[in-house]
T-cell receptor, first 117, second 115 residues
Framework: AQKITQTQPGMFVQEKEAVTLDCTYD???????LFWYKQPSSGEMIFLIY??????QNATEGRYSLNFQKARKSANLVISASQLGDSAMYFC??????????????FGKGTTLSVSS | GAGVSQSPRYKVAKRGQDVALRCDPI?????LFWYQQALGQGPEFLTY????????KSGLPSDRFFAERPEGSVSTLKIQRTQQEDSAVYLC?????????????FGPGTRLTVT
């Protein structure tokens, strides 16, 4: 079974609009972390935002916020006021057993976001 | 400050050749990860080092893949007798062993094309 599911292969949004990128996850570990990364065409993975399984509040970082619904096992990324530079591939990822530095990230298949003017 | 660097950025190899991919992590980062990213897919874990110790190599797809980090800093991923299915972007990431979120910082990747 997929541990990270991103069901939207591509999303299209106009500048200044908000967009939500979906992510659902599957784990039986009570301790885990959820990450969103951006990968522009240059290829580098850029960290955007992190949410811990025990965090009470949804994470926010500037224009990025994470809509964390633990019971539904979803961790959607919300980008407010989209910019042309937001056009990229976006990956949701999970680490199980947070606190163990050696645990690798498990990635979804990604969502391509295209922002138009 | 300097981020994670990888070299070469692009590598074309003929089927059957050996290749070596290099990763320079962020100075002081204890943990180092290698991932393989096929075209249009998310990265997949290959192997993990804590300092010079390779603690997890469960993601290496075959015994043709070998990784080392002899002095606990620079790491090399070696692929012997390359096959076409090895064509992918190989990403290196490093992280501090301490920290709340253990964020992994990624390098730009090496794009390997096997012809």
């Amino acid at each position: 079974a997929q541990k990270i599911t991103q069901t939207q292969p591509g999303m299209f949004v106009q500048e200044k609009e908000a967009v939500t990128l979906d992510c659902t996850y599957d784990t039986s570990d009570p301790s885990y972390g959820l990450f969103w990364y951006k990968q522009p065409s240059s290829g580098e993975m850029i960290f955007l935002i992190y949410q811990g399984s025990y965090d009470q509040q949804n994470a926010t970082e500037g224009r990025y916020s994470l809509n964390f619904q633990k019971a539904r096992k979803s961790a959607n990324l919300v980008i407010s006021a989209s910019q042309l530079g937001d056009s990229a591939m976006y990956f949701c990822a999970m680490r199980e057993g947070v606190g163990q530095a050696g645990t690798a990230l498990i990635f979804g298949k990604g969502t391509t976001l295209s922002v138009s003017s | 400050g300097a981020g994670v660097s990888q070299s070469p950025r692009y590598k074309v190899a003929k089927r059957g050749q050996d290749v070596a991919l290099r990763c320079d992590p962020i100075s002081g980062h204890v943990s180092l990860f290698w991932y393989q990213q096929a075209l249009g897919q998310g990265p997949e874990f290959l192997t993990y080092f804590q300092n010079e110790a390779q603690l997890d190599k469960s993601g290496l797809p075959s015994d043709r893949f070998f990784a080392e980090r002899p002095e606990g800093s620079v790491s090399t991923l070696k692929i012997q007798r390359t096959q076409q299915e090895d064509s992918a972007v190989y990403l290196c990431a490093s992280s501090l062993i301490l920290g709340v979120s253990y964020e992994q910082y990624f390098g730009p990747g090496t794009r390997l094309t096997v012809t």
